[in-house]
C-alpha cells in the first residue's frame, strides 16, 4: 500500500481506531499457582481492544480493528468489545485459526509467583498482514493506536505494523505502546531494535521506565527521550512514581511535566497500562494540558487497578475533571480504592 489513506464514511465516526490481537481470558477464581486454581471466570483482555473499550466507556467514538476465529470465542470476543460501544465492523473473522485464549494468576505481573499460559500461536491476529489489512478502517480516525505486542506475533504483523507507521500524506496521529513482552518474540533478541525503530516512527509514545531498561539497558527519563528523539511527544511512566511527560511542538524544545501518581489500593495490577493510555488518549483529543492529560490516565489506571479485571467503567467525565482540577497538594492526599469511581463515593485523602 502507499499514498494517502482511503477513507470511508462508515469509519470516519471513530475518534481512535485500535489494532491488535484481543483474546478471551480466564481469570483465577482465587489466588494461587495455575496448577491449584479450581475454576477461572471468563473475560476478555487484549491491549488494544482495552484501550479502544475505556475510551468509549469515556464517551468517545473507537472502533477496534483485529482478526479472530470463526468460533465461539471470536463470536464472544466481537460481542463483549462492542457492548462497550466500540465499532467492530472491520474486525475479520478467520475460518481457519482460532481465536487466542490465555490464562494467568491472580498475582501483579511484576512478581516471582505471577504465571500466564497463552494459547495463541497460530492464532487468527498473527495472520494480520500488508495485505489484509482494512486501510480504510485503519486510518479513518483522528488516532491510530498501535503496540508492540502486535509486532511480536508473526513476521506479517511486524510488517503491517511498518506499513502503517510509515511517514505518509494524511497519516493520523500514530500512538504507539511501546509494551515489551519477552516471552511473546520468538527471537528475543530482535524485539529491542524492532520496538525502539516502531516506537521513534510514531507520534505519541507510551513507555515504562522499567521496560526501556530491560528492552534497551537505558536508565533515567532523559537517557530515554535521547533513544527517542522523533515523537512529538513521549510518555515515560515510573509505576507508583508518576510519569514523565516530554511535550514539544514543531520545531520547539521539549517542555518536560512530571506528573505524580495517586494513592491506590490496588486490587490487580492488570490493564494499568492500557487503562493509563486511554485516559490520556481521551485527554489528548479534548485538547487539555498535558499535565492534565497524565492526570486523566492516572485516574483510568485507578480505575483498573482497584478491580479484578482488565476493564472497568471509569469515572464520569465531570468528577474525573473535578479532580484531575486539584492543586497539587490536594492532589497528592488522594487515596483510591475498590469502587470510589461511583458517583456516590467519597475518595479519600491521606
Known amino acids: 500500500m502507499s499514498g494517502t489513506p482511503a477513507r470511508t464514511d462508515a469509519a470516519t465516526a471513530a475518534a481512535v481506531v485500535c ?9 483465577p477464581s482465587r489466588p494461587g499457582r495455575l496448577a491449584d486454581v479450581p475454576s477461572f471466570d ?25 482478526r479472530v476465529g470463526a468460533d465461539g470465542f471470536g463470536d464472544h470476543l466481537v460481542e463483549a468489545i462492542s457492548a462497550y460501544g466500540v465499532d467492530t465492523s472491520a474486525v475479520r473473522r478467520d475460518p481457519a485459526r482460532p481465536t487466542g485464549i490465555y490464562f494467568r494468576t491472580a498475582a ?36 491510530l493506536h498501535l503496540s508492540g505486542i502486535t509486532a511480536a506475533l508473526s513476521a506479517d504483523c511486524l510488517a503491517l505494523l511498518h506499513e502503517l507507521t510509515a511517514p505518509r500524506p494524511g497519516r493520523p496521529l500514530v500512538s504507539f505502546d511501546v509494551n515489551h513482552r519477552p516471552g511473546l518474540w520468538r527471537d528475543a533478541g530482535a524485539s529491542p ?43 515515560v511512566k515510573r509505576g507508583a512514581e508518576g510519569a514523565t511527560v516530554f511535550s514539544r511542538g514543531a520545531g ?3 517542555t518536560v511535566t512530571d506528573v505524580p501518581a495517586l494513592h491506590v489500593d490496588v486490587v490487580a495490577a492488570v490493564g494499568a497500562g492500557d487503562a493509563f493510555a486511554a485516559g490520556f488518549l481521551s485527554a489528548t483529543l479534548r485538547g ?15 480505575a483498573v487497578l ?9 469515572p464520569a467525565r465531570d468528577r474525573a475533571d473535578r479532580l484531575v482540577a486539584l ?5 497528592g492526599r488522594l487515596r483510591l480504592g475498590p469502587g470510589w469511581t461511583g458517583d456516590d463515593t467519597e475518595v479519600r485523602t491521606t
Open 42 to 66: 471468563r473475560g476478555i483482555g487484549g491491549a488494544e481492544s482495552n484501550v479502544a473499550c475505556a475510551l468509549a466507556a469515556a464517551g468517545h467514538r473507537t472502533a477496534w480493528v483485529g
Open 306 to 314: 482497584t478491580v479484578p479485571g482488565d476493564l472497568t467503567d471509569p
Open 288 to 302: 487539555l494540558p498535558v499535565r492534565d492529560r497524565a492526570r486523566h490516565g492516572h485516574l483510568m489506571a485507578a
Open 327 to 331: 492543586d497539587d497538594t490536594d492532589w
Open 193 to 235: 531494535a524492532v520496538l525502539l525503530d516502531l516506537a521513534r516512527r510514531a507520534d505519541l509514545v507510551f513507555v515504562g521506565e522499567d521496560e526501556a531498561e530491560e528492552a534497551w539497558g537505558i536508565a533515567g527519563t532523559e537517557a530515554i527521550r535521547a533513544a527517542l528523539p522523533e515523537p512529538a511527544v513521549l510518555v
Open 252 to 254: 520547539a524544545a521539549d
Open 108 to 143: 501483579d505481573r511484576g512478581t516471582e509467583v505471577h504465571e500466564v499460559a497463552y494459547y495463541r500461536a497460530g492464532s487468527a491476529a498473527s495472520a494480520m498482514s500488508p495485505s489484509n489489512a482494512p486501510y480504510d478502517a485503519l486510518f479513518a480516525g483522528r488516532v
Open 19 to 27: 489494532l491488535g490481537e484481543s483474546m478471551v481470558t480466564f481469570l
